[in-house]
């Protein structure tokens, strides 16, 4: 709302983008629920039954237990650091684009 105010002039930026927000919440709420249960009444396998002999799994090998050493937790905190990095380093080249 900061861009529209100082280029634009448009005073009423931040109230004008909650509404939006707003509205595409509740739009989604309204057309993705129909829509969601349109999908899961027709999906079904390719034989007509539906597939609820399939169990789902999170995980390649799910009755091993992960334990959590320092060396997972480093590695977990390494790629955290690493997306905060790579995100700050795209914000500052949008600086002065059309995208800020």
């Known amino acids: 709302s900061k861009l529209f ?3 634009y002039g448009f005073t009423n930026a931040t ?3 909650m509404a939006c927000a707003t509205f595409g919440l509740v739009l989604g709420g ?11 009444k027709h999906s079904t ?10 169990v789902p799994t999170a995980f390649e090998k ?3 237990g992960r334990m959590i050493t320092s ?9 955290i650091a690493i997306c905060l990095t790579v995100g700050k380093i795209v914000a500052q080249m949008l600086v002065g684009t059309v995208l800020e």
Request: aromatic share 2%.
């Open 5 to 7: 105010i100082e280029r």
């Open 15 to 17: 109230e004008v983008a």
């Open 30 to 40: 309204l057309i993705g629920g129909p829509v969601a249960r349109y999908l899961v």
């Open 45 to 54: 396998t390719p034989d007509g039954m539906p597939d609820d002999q399939a």
């Open 62 to 64: 799910p009755d091993v």
């Open 71 to 79: 060396l997972v937790l480093i590695e977990t905190i390494a790629l």
